[in-house]
């Protein structure tokens, strides 16, 4: 297990049963690489273990199949739902509260900021969402994924701390101010 899928559990130990976690963009390859966690794996093994409703979303076929593929391997294809969509389309209609939300989508800060307001109506009052990719993925946006985001985020009384992953990799851990 990679720092990445590491941080993610230790992130979520805390959720019991019942809890609803949220991934916007699923795995893309059939095994764990350094530059990818594998969360959706990590997070599915979770969700049985705790009986969590978890939900991976990504608008990629093909990296819906590879997931259902690796997930069926692992006999956890039961516990996650994959769902097909735009991120943004499928969290502002999702009818759940959500306790964990994990937005590792595309390389785009725009993507990151319309996904968090999609769902920012169905966020639980404690709920963290965590956002992946914060580092320079294109000049000029040193917070890669965040750079819209996370200002946005600190703008609305939401702690962000930026956490290192994988060797030039960060994530970032949001949490709401009581």
Same mark, same amino acid.
């Given at each position: ?5 590491? =941080? ?5 130990? /805390?959720?019991?049963? /019942?809890?609803?976690?949220? %991934? ?27 009986? *969590?409703?978890?939900? &991976? ?21 039961? $516990?996650?739902?994959?769902?097909? +969509? ?16 994990? =937005?590792? +989508? $595309? $390389? ?12 920012? +109506? ?23 994924? /965040? ?5 946005? =985020?600190?703008?609305?009384? *939401? ?6 992953? %994988? ?9 709401? =101010? &009581?």
């Amino acid at each position: 297990m990679n720092a990445k899928a590491a =941080l993610l559990l230790e992130l979520t130990e /805390g959720l019991g049963g /019942g809890m609803v976690v949220v %991934e916007g963009g699923t795995m893309r390859a059939p095994q764990e690489v350094a530059s990818d966690g594998a969360s959706t794996l990590y997070l599915a093994r979770r969700a049985k273990e705790r009986g *969590w409703r978890f939900v &991976s979303i990504d608008n990629d076929l093909d990296a819906l199949i590879n997931a259902r593929t690796v997930l069926f391997a692992e006999s956890l294809d039961g $516990a996650v739902t994959l769902q097909v +969509g735009d991120g943004a389309t499928v969290l502002f209609d999702m009818p759940d509260s959500i306790d964990f939300l994990y =937005l590792d +989508g $595309a $390389a785009d800060p725009g993507e990151a900021l319309a996904q968090f307001e999609a769902a920012k +109506g169905n966020l639980a009052p404690s709920a963290i969402v965590a956002v992946d990719d914060i580092q320079e993925i294109r000049p000029g946006e040193p917070l890669g994924k /965040g750079e819209r985001l996370l200002p946005a =985020l600190q703008a609305r009384g *939401w702690t962000v701390e930026v956490t290192p992953t %994988e060797p030039g990799y960060a994530m970032a851990i949001c949490r709401r =101010l &009581s």
